[in-house]
DNA sequence: GCCGTTTTCGGCCCGACTGTTTTCAGTCG
């Protein structure tokens, strides 16, 4: 999968053009960028669409026309970029570490190496403890100090953090605001508000009759650390979280055109910006205009969305993956909302390595609403986490028996095992203990370096056993952190299909995992999802938004997800 | 360099903020 590879020499390409002088060469810019971006976010292997299709097949993705089909399947050829290597030969430069330090972009850059012969961020660094950089026309003293500190910041790793460590942050900044009286209206725009699984920074909008004081008021808040800039209306900052926040003012007649800018995606934006050109508006951060620049009346990001002919949809659906096409068409889909979710279907006790006791979860449970949810701790084989073996389940079910009498259907607990499965496709406990069990859920914790082909065989010997009921986190990726184990997902799917297990998409924020991109790929099958937190402690039943989040990135609906089901047909379904 | 329900030529999103300027270029989102 050369994906990731050709979209960098892609990007980099367009930060090479940016200095070109020629009138077209900003557009060539913009067209590259474009392409980078089609070919980063591609599910399929580039590589593979060219095997099948050739170049005919390359341009028939998003941006890539004919010249960058060509010179894509020269690299998957020939390993090389006629393109890509000419102008890197003339600045051969960093671009990916030196970008990513705050104010510096391509023609800087390009300026620093041509006369400092700057290539990476050691040379940076020395230029600036040398105070070189100062001494550059256009530079200045200020320049080399925020390049000093932007080096800094890049060292220490600034960069994106886990949902769950932004949203909240971002909520609780926007309660204060609210709560100060320095502004009648705030909200959370963003990747934040579109529930991406990491987000890079936070974006906040303020209604305020005193934008001054809106200001003051964000930069002195606790959660701030430093500020990066403050000016009338907009102020960013580091947060301690460790993320950037933007907090910007607007005016009330701009409240829904700024949502809905705000909110992003940047990629849908821009093709819901070609729909209202096309119909001859301009639509930005302040409204919908008409040529000329009169003002549509559209106050909400319904009504701009009706007004170019538009329905509304999800903030998580605004990701340029076709939404924009089913709202012109009036066919958004009905998706899952956290409402709908009658339990959690993968949690754990202190059995095992859980916090909490049963009854300590199951009073979280009904705090929480649920009508049901499944216990299911870890088995045997996996020693770090004290896994149990059969006499410890059937004793440690006993108990829960016990609890549900009492509970007298306030929340019932399903019985269920995280079942470790094994390097070989079996399962870490007893074909007929299985059978008798109420809820399987299946797992892989330990050998995750096996090559594909092991592992996709791993996980469907497992699956066609018939006696697990839902496959737990299917990709074992760990966000920021690990990535997926190597499996032909698409063999998985098959194989669930098959055997009607429910995948699952676990809503530990860390793992999110099925993802949003692999939900849409699996949705194609006639198959169900199950979400589960994968609960340590009581407090982490709560990381339910996030798995319906990331659900609603993936367009499910709630009729695909077994645990929106009332508990009669629930129980039904798992006994199957 | 890409693209087309006005187009195969002539467009391509755009505004805030900063620093170093003295009217604007660069960066960012």
Redesign the pocket.
Known sequence: MKNKEIAEMLGEIALML?VDTRP?AR??V???Q??ALTIGTLQEDVGEIFAKGGERAL?E?????????GSVAEYIKTGKMK?YDGLKRQYPIDFKAL?A?????????IRLYNELGIKDVDDLSRAVKAHKI?KL????????E?IGKGIELAEKGRGRILISEGLPVAEAIVKRIMESGAAEMAVVA?SARRMRETVG?L?ILVLSSKPGKAMDFFAGLDEVSSIV??????TTAWLKAGV?C?VRVIAPESFGAALQY?TGS?DH??QV??IA??K?Y?L???GLFREGGRPVEAGSEEEIYAKLGMQWMPPEMREARGEVGLAQAKRIPKIVELEDIKGDMHTHTRETDGANTIEEMAEEAMKIGYRYFATTNHTKSLFIARGMDEKKFTGFFKNVDRLNEQLDGKVRIIKGAEVDILKDGSLDLDKKFLEEMECAVGAVHQSLRMDRESMTKRIVGALDSGLIRILAHPTGRELLWREPYAVDLDRVFDAAERNNVALEINSYPSRLDLSDTNIMAASKYKLMFSLGTDAHRTSHMRFMRYGVGTARRGWLAPDRIINTMDMARMLRWLSR
Do not use: H, W
Request: proline share 3%; glycine share 16%.
């Open positions: 940016s077209t557009f060539e913009r067209a590259y474009k392409a341009m993705l998003p941006g890539i026309g004919k010249g960058i089909a393109k970008t330090i705050e104010g510096l972009g391509a023609k800087r850059l100062e026309e256009g530079f200045g003293r200020r320049s080399e925020q963003g920074d974006d800039m403050k000016g009338p209306t907009k950037t933007d705000f940047r934006n821009v910006r070609t050109v096309r001859g301009k930005n951060e302040y």
